[in-house]
């Protein structure tokens, strides 16, 4: 075994390689601080930078050039104006969001506490100031009343309950649904 295992060579030593791709959003940015458009640059042209410069992209870089390129928009770290991408103004007031704005809350003076917010539901009735305490009321585990709460379960059907279902003259009991409209008899007209 020992033999074996001189005879396999080595495994090879990785190449000094180029130092690792850097984020997807430091290229995006350096590519256009390189590119340095005053109407900022396209996509295809920081792609075409991007791949000119690193070496070793994955293949779905178109990809994740256009995620990232959202994701930076989104953000607010790049804006998109007439299909160009470009960093934001410093001295450009900030983008405001859909929507009334909030009105802005004056400060309070120092010392004085906020006071809680208004609970939920309906306001509880003023009360009499000068009525009595009500006692405090017992509980109890049932109502008053000494019936179950909900609604009472269904009887078993006996035979007084069938009973109302026959005619009340004592016919045949009738069958389900509207009786048939009964026609008039109609008199023969003429001779």
């Given at each position: 075994m020992a033999t074996e295992e001189t005879s396999n060579?080595?495994?090879?030593?990785p190449s000094p390689a180029a130092p690792p791709l850097p984020q997807y959003p430091e290229m995006i940015i350096a590519a256009i601080e390189a590119l340095n458009d005053k109407n900022g640059s396209n996509k295809s042209a920081i792609a075409r930078y991007i791949e000119s410069t690193y070496t070793d992209?994955?293949?779905?870089?178109?990809t994740l050039l256009s995620h990232h390129l959202n994701k930076l928009k989104q953000s607010g770290q790049l804006v998109l104006l007439k299909n160009n991408y470009m960093k934001p103004d410093p001295n450009a007031p900030p983008k405001r969001g859909r929507g009334r704005p909030p009105k802005p809350k004056a400060p309070l003076p120092p010392g004085v506490?906020?006071?809680p917010p208004r609970p939920r539901g309906r306001p509880p009735k003023p009360r009499d100031p000068f009525a009595p305490p009500p006692p405090p009321k017992a509980k109890s585990p049932s109502s008053g009343t000494g019936r179950p709460r909900g609604r009472p379960p269904k009887k078993a059907k006996t035979a007084a309950a069938s009973a109302p279902s026959a005619a009340p003259s004592g016919g045949a009991p009738r069958g389900r649904g509207r009786p048939p409209k009964v026609k008039p008899a109609v008199a023969p007209v003429g001779c």
């Open positions: 060579p080595p495994p090879p030593q992209l994955p293949a779905a870089h178109s506490a906020m006071s």
